[in-house]
């Protein structure tokens, strides 16, 4: 019974932003960037590519096959493409992730200059990624489709060609490294735009007294850097808000007396669908919420009526699963607001979804959006969302 229930909230008309990277004139483009992640040739994830032929029966299976070469071929693409999708979400995220890997780079070189020196290696070798630099459905791919890890002993590679080739991506690196230098949380135009965008929403209410906001984000570096940077800003409005990432450390908010469970704290974002006066008593309201995907399946989270898309997931389905949590049936919100933060356009050039993402990822466009595209009312569902 709609009339018993309440009837679903009105659609606004999304908004969308797209912010440069950098408040300063003399900040790198997303273009130039993303050219110079096209240098890198991820060699350190490669060890079997500088196999010596002499050592291969060594590490083949029973049928006499080589098996480690698919898995670093799939970890070498979901890493190009992942560069990209963490500069989309965030220069913080970005950058954390070029320091990650040129931690592994420099450690193997090192091994490999142990090894020239000694004439012996100290420990064997292997393809190591971290998985706080993928999306759950990325760490899915890899584990499906590249199976485990292989293990290589120095003296079995060419690894006078391997130290050559993680050198130059060394030096790539630190040239990324030094073109994202100057862009701080202060120069950070994302961030401003997302600031400037909550105070309108507070200020100006899209129902009357409602405050809530969700703003996700696909990856957990970026939710921190979110929150971490957003705390003061709220806290001078009078809110308080929340970040639930699913990670091993927990959630968080600024609310007093709201235990860090995910639980409780979703049930104190939306105390009236989730009947916190019941469960909690008391307890206290937060407004704001950052949150990855971990929540964006199966919650009720309908007292809110504003939602942003801090980054844009490569999976469309996520777009409508992150809606949906504000999108409901008996919502208290005559009307709810999407905004969508896209990145630069030069990004899209170098991006080219239809040969970078996963094939099973393009099936899930193909099948799964049809007509309920939340980003673009003109859109018919197939693989050119993005620059749509």
């Known amino acids: ?24 004139d003399k900040a790198p483009t997303y273009g130039e960037i993303a050219g110079s992640i096209e240098l890198l040739s991820l060699a350190v994830y490669s060890p079997s590519r500088y196999l010596q032929p002499s050592r291969a029966a060594k590490y083949a299976d029973k049928n006499g096959n080589l098996t480690m070469g698919g898995r670093e071929t799939g970890v070498k693409k979901l890493m190009g493409t992942n560069l990209l999708k963490r500069l989309e979400s965030s220069v913080h995220s970005f950058r954390l992730t070029l320091q990650r890997i040129l931690g592994v780079m420099n450690q193997r070189v090192a091994q490999i200059n142990e090894y020239e020196r000694l004439g012996k290696a100290i420990g064997s070798l292997d393809v190591s990624v ?22 290589f002993d120095i003296a079995d590679l060419d690894w006078k060609s391997w130290r050559r ?10 040239g990324l490294l030094y073109m994202v230098e100057g862009i701080d949380p202060a120069s950070d135009e994302k961030l401003g735009c997302l600031r400037k965008m909550l105070c309108e929403k507070v200020q100006n209410p899209i129902n009357a007294g409602n405050r809530k906001a969700i703003i996700f984000t696909a990856f957990a570096d970026t939710a921190d850097y979110i929150y971490d940077n957003l705390v003061e800003v709220v806290d001078g409005l009078g809110l308080s808000m929340a970040e639930v990432t699913g990670g091993t450390k927990g959630s968080r908010t600024t609310a007093n007396d709201v235990p860090r469970d995910m639980n409780d704290i979703l049930t ?45 997931h490569w999976n469309p389905v996520r777009i409508v699963q992150r809606f949906g949590r504000i999108d409901r049936i008996g919502s208290k919100n005559a009307e709810i607001q999407l905004v969508n933060f896209w990145p ?13 993402v996963e094939s099973r990822m393009r099936g899930v466009v193909l099948t799964s959006t049809g007509d309920d595209d939340l980003l673009n009312e003109d859109e018919k569902g197939d693989l050119e969302y993005r620059k749509n």
């Open 344 to 356: 630069d356009i030069e990004l899209d050039d170098y991006i080219n979804l239809k040969n970078r």
């Open 130 to 151: 971290d998985e706080n630099d993928f999306e759950p459905d990325d760490l899915d791919a890899l584990d499906f489709e590249v199976g485990g890890k292989q293990k």
């Open 268 to 312: 104190c974002f939306s105390p009236e669908s989730k009947g916190r006066d019941k469960v909690m008593p008391g307890a206290p309201d937060i407004d704001i919420l950052v949150a990855t995907d971990c929540i964006s399946e199966g919650q009720n989270l309908q007292d809110c009526d504003y939602l942003v898309n801090y980054d844009i």
């Open 165 to 174: 080739d993680m050198m130059e991506d060394i030096q790539t690196i630190e």
């Open 1 to 24: 019974d709609a009339n018993a229930i309440g009837p679903f909230p009105k659609r606004r008309k999304p908004i969308t932003q797209r912010p440069g990277l950098s408040k300063s």
